[in-house]
C-alpha cells in the first residue's frame, strides 16, 4: 500500500514517524505479545538512541497493539508504512541509521509481506 497524498494535505509535521508496539498481555495468551520480546526497553532505547544521534525531525511512539505480533517486537515507520522486526539494540540502531535518519531499508529485519485479511483467514478470525 502506497500513502497517497492530496494536493490540500499539509507538508507532514515530521519527518518520519515511528510506531514501537509495547503491548503487553497475559502471559500465556496464545498471541503473545511484543513487550514479552522486550519491546519496552528497545522502545526506551531507540528513544535514546534518535535524540543522542540529533534526529530532531522525527518521533518514536509508543502504541499498542499493531496486528502483527508474531512477527514482533513491531516497529512501524511512516510515511513509507514500512514494517520491520527489532529485536536487538543493535537492530534499532541499524533501522535508525539506515532507515529513519537515511531514507534507506534495513532488508534483514523487514517483516514479511502478508495482508491483515490473508493472517486472519491463516488462523481463522
Ligand atoms: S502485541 Fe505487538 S503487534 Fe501485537
Same mark, same amino acid.
Given at each position: 500500500?502506497?500513502?497517497?497524498?492530496?494536493?490540500?494535505?499539509?507538508?507532514?509535521?515530521?519527518?518520519?514517524?515511528?510506531?514501537?508496539?509495547?503491548?503487553?498481555?497475559?502471559?500465556?495468551?496464545?498471541?503473545?505479545?511484543?513487550?514479552?520480546?522486550?519491546?519496552?526497553?528497545?522502545?526506551?532505547?531507540?528513544?535514546?538512541?534518535?535524540?543522542?544521534?540529533?534526529?530532531?525531525?522525527?518521533?518514536?511512539?509508543?502504541?499498542?497493539?499493531?496486528?502483527?505480533?508474531? /512477527?514482533?517486537?513491531?516497529?512501524?515507520?511512516?510515511?513509507?508504512?514500512?514494517?520491520?522486526?527489532?529485536?536487538?539494540?543493535?537492530?534499532?540502531?541499524?533501522?535508525?541509521?539506515? /532507515?529513519?535518519?537515511?531514507?534507506?531499508?534495513?532488508?534483514?529485519?523487514?517483516?514479511?509481506?502478508?495482508?491483515?485479511?490473508?493472517?486472519?483467514?491463516?488462523?481463522?478470525?
Amino acid at each position: 500500500m502506497t500513502a497517497v497524498r492530496a494536493p490540500i494535505d499539509p507538508p507532514p509535521y515530521f519527518r518520519r514517524h515511528v510506531f514501537c508496539c509495547t503491548n503487553q498481555r497475559p502471559a500465556g495468551h496464545p498471541l503473545g505479545c511484543c513487550a514479552e520480546k522486550g519491546s519496552v526497553k528497545l522502545r526506551d532505547y531507540m528513544k535514546a538512541r534518535a535524540k543522542a544521534i540529533g534526529l530532531k525531525d522525527v518521533r518514536i511512539n509508543s502504541a499498542g497493539c499493531l496486528d502483527r505480533c508474531e /512477527h514482533g517486537p513491531s516497529v512501524l515507520i511512516y510515511p513509507e508504512g514500512i514494517w520491520y522486526t527489532a529485536r536487538t539494540e543493535a537492530d534499532v540502531d541499524e533501522i535508525l541509521e539506515a /532507515h529513519v535518519k537515511n531514507g534507506g531499508r534495513v532488508e534483514r529485519l523487514l517483516m514479511p509481506a502478508e495482508t491483515a485479511l490473508a493472517k486472519r483467514k491463516k488462523i481463522n478470525i
